[in-house]
């Protein structure tokens, strides 16, 4: 409400004539149309810059698993390489066929 609110303020003072109380459907309606142009313009920004300038590979990221390479799954290997404990499947809780295994 505060940033609707501080919208029809600044509407106001470039000279549109709007109130949020007299009329908060109307800029309901204009509040929602400005953020569509907003980020058109701003598509269009990242766009022309990278049309410009190129570097679209920068802005695709990796998994955060990745990035840091740490992750909360704990897994414990033998000297052979073999999975001695983790990565196993969590049970079933379920005894409906669409969860996983049938167990009743």
Do not use: C
Not at 16 to 45: G, V, W
Not at 48 to 72: C, D, F, M, N, R
């Amino acid at each position: 409400m505060s940033r609707l609110q501080s919208f029809a303020w600044d509407a106001t003072e470039r000279g549109t004539d709007i109130s949020l109380q007299s009329d908060p459907s109307k800029t309901e309606l204009m509040y929602k149309e400005f953020l569509k142009r907003q980020k058109k313009q701003k598509e269009e920004t990242k766009e022309s810059i990278l049309a410009k300038y190129g570097g679209e590979e920068h802005l695709k990221t990796q998994p955060v698993e990745l990035l840091i390479a740490q992750t909360e799954n704990y897994v414990e290997y033998s000297r052979t390489g073999k999975v001695i404990k983790g990565l196993e499947r969590a049970p079933v809780k379920s005894r409906f066929e669409e969860d996983g295994k049938f167990r009743i």
